[in-house]
Structures are given as structure tokens and as C-alpha cells.
């Protein structure tokens, strides 16, 4: 079975600062996938990143990267100079590479960003 | 293409009440997802289709849940007797699977909220 946990329920940063959202897992499949989604007030889930097992370098996707290690079984995602619109609940997310490819989620971590 | 469009945003009934979503993948993706998230909680897992063929559910999906994608298109999910534990969001994703899925991610519709009463 895989297991996605996200220890931290709540986060608050000020404007412009980095801020790291943690992510470990659980899986004993050798091929599988990463992904972190954005969910803001309104509801809907957002695609933001997304990383291969296989993959050797760490994923980015603008002010988005995802620090990937493998040995640790984190999936740690790192958003720079962050906005007042960052400010929503995050999911981390895992998916075998075959078969359904179905999503299993975090509990999440909402981001309050400050001015 | 809009998007995975759900409908209705928002549904409230009485306990024991059947009720119907419906939601509208992306046209070119064959894979249609159901998954329920509770307050505070990250979405679990429903059912999911490729095509019009149901291929998993969940245990989660008890037998007053029944889902259908007639022809591959559309989706709906019924709840028949309503129960107040059945109150959530229920989001419907779709993707078009194998490489793009990694590449794009699942494409989420805005949900559907349910609240019995």
C-alpha cells in the first residue's frame, strides 16, 4: 500500500520568503510518481509539480521545486519568493506508473503567506 | 476545451435522499476519476474509469454508490439514502494517462459539495 504524510498542518510566511512544505512516503513499488497539487478556497486541485522515481534531477516548474530524495523517501516542495496568492492548502500525492494510476493523498498543509 | 467540468457546485438534501452528479471530463482524456475528500482531509480514492469500463473501486464506494460513464463521456455518481457521514466534496478528475499523466498531472474539476441534513 502506499502512505503519504505532511506533518506540518499549518504554515506561515511572510511575503518574499522561501518556504519548503514537507512530504514523505511510503510505497514498495520501484516505479512510481510524485505530485503536488494547490488547493485554494474555491476548490478546485491545482497541478503544480511532479516527480519520477526515476527521475535524477529534482523537478522544477517556475517558483516551484520539488527536493526529491529517494534513500529518505521525502518529496519536499519549495516554493521561492512567495506571494499572498500562494496562500491555499497543498497536497503531496503519489501514483504507481502502471495500472489505475489512481491519486493517494497527504493530509495537507495550508500555507498562510503574510504582507 | 474548458476544462473537467462538475455539476452541481453545491447540493444540499435530507438524510435518505438519493441524489446525482454528473461531471464532464476533458474530451481527449479516457481515464475519469470519482474521489470524496472530507474537511480537512485530502481526497481517497472513489472509482475510476478508462473508457466507459469501470475498472477499480474503492472499498470506500459501498453499495449505495453506483457510478456509471455511458459511451466514455460523461460521468455521473449516485448516493442512494443519503447518509449524514456521506457529507463532502466530490471531485471528478480526468487525465489522458500513461506518459502525459506525469507530464500534465490529472486535471480536477471544481467539485461538487454535498451536505446532507
Known amino acids: 500500500a502506499q502512505k503519504i504524510t505532511q506533518t506540518q498542518p499549518g504554515m506561515f510566511v511572510q511575503e518574499k520568503e522561501a518556504v519548503t512544505l514537507d512530504c514523505t512516503y511510503d510505497?514498495?513499488?520501484?516505479?512510481?510518481?510524485l505530485f503536488w497539487y494547490k488547493q485554494p478556497s474555491s476548490g478546485e486541485m491545482i497541478f503544480l509539480i511532479y516527480?519520477?522515481?526515476?527521475?535524477?534531477q529534482n523537478a522544477t516548474e517556475g517558483r516551484y521545486s520539488l527536493n526529491f530524495q529517494k534513500a529518505r523517501k521525502s518529496a519536499n516542495l519549495v516554493i521561492s519568493a512567495s506571494q499572498l496568492g500562494d496562500s491555499a492548502m497543498y497536497f503531496c500525492?503519489?501514483?504507481?506508473?502502471?495500472?489505475?494510476?489512481?491519486?493517494?493523498f497527504g493530509q495537507g498543509t495550508r500555507l498562510t503567506i503574510n504582507p | 476545451d474548458t476544462g473537467v467540468s462538475q455539476n452541481p457546485r453545491h447540493k444540499i438534501t435530507k438524510r435518505g435522499q438519493n441524489v446525482t452528479f454528473r461531471c464532464d471530463p476533458i474530451?481527449?482524456?479516457?481515464?475519469l476519476y470519482w474521489y470524496r475528500q472530507t474537511l480537512g482531509q485530502g481526497p481517497e480514492f472513489l472509482t475510476y474509469?478508462?473508457?466507459?469500463?469501470?475498472?477499480?473501486k474503492s472499498r470506500l464506494l459501498s453499495d449505495r454508490f453506483s457510478a456509471e460513464r455511458p459511451k466514455g463521456s460523461f460521468s455521473t455518481l449516485e448516493i442512494q439514502r443519503t447518509e449524514q457521514g456521506d457529507s463532502a466534496m466530490y471531485l471528478c478528475?480526468?487525465?489522458?494517462?500513461?506518459?502525459?499523466?506525469?507530464?500534465?498531472?490529472?486535471?480536477f474539476g471544481s467539485g461538487t459539495r454535498l451536505t446532507v441534513v
Open positions: 478528475a480526468s487525465s489522458a494517462g500513461g506518459a502525459d499523466l506525469f507530464n500534465y498531472g490529472y486535471t
Open positions: 510505497t514498495s513499488d520501484q516505479s512510481y510518481g
Open positions: 516527480q519520477g522515481s526515476y527521475d535524477e
Open positions: 500525492a503519489m501514483s504507481r506508473r502502471g495500472g489505475a494510476q489512481k491519486l493517494v
Open positions: 474530451s481527449e482524456h479516457n481515464r
Open positions: 474509469f478508462q473508457n466507459e469500463a469501470q475498472l477499480e
